[in-house]
């Protein structure tokens, strides 16, 4: 059973960045592949970005693509998502999620209990 710990949310203005870091425990990091979802008020939760456990591929939502990036550290057990270049519309509650398999699908097994990103205009 993996436990996961998301921190680094915050209220920052647009153009401003962010880097939410999410700490993992009782598992094996590495045979995870790790991700990071967001849901914005009344709306549903939405892919964001993923990682696979040898951290040698990433993927991305369009919306994110070029402003977001997801990293590892398996040596610390934690996957990181810097967030550049904030806009209005990535306010949300952010997610990580962690699945025992080399890819991360869209209905992760494991979720953290979520932190909250405000981006101001």
């Known amino acids: 059973q993996v436990q996961l710990v998301e921190s680094g949310g915050g209220l920052v203005q647009a153009g401003d960045s962010l880097r939410l870091s999410c700490a993992a425990s009782?598992?094996?990091?590495?045979?995870?592949?790790m991700g990071w979802f967001r849901q914005a008020a009344g709306k549903e939760r939405e892919f964001v970005a993923r990682?696979?456990?040898?951290?040698?591929?990433?993927g991305y939502a369009d919306s994110v693509k070029g402003r977001f990036t997801i990293s590892r550290d398996n040596a610390k057990s934690t996957v990181y998502l810097q967030m550049n270049t904030l806009k209005p519309e990535d306010t949300a509650v952010y997610y990580c999620?962690?699945?025992?398999?080399?890819?991360?699908?869209?209905?992760?097994?494991?979720w953290g209990q979520g932190t909250q990103v405000t981006v101001s205009s």
């Open positions: 999620a962690a699945e025992r398999r080399l890819v991360l699908t869209m209905t992760p097994d494991y």
């Open positions: 009782g598992g094996t990091f590495n045979e995870y592949a």
């Open positions: 990682i696979t456990r040898t951290g040698g591929t990433t």
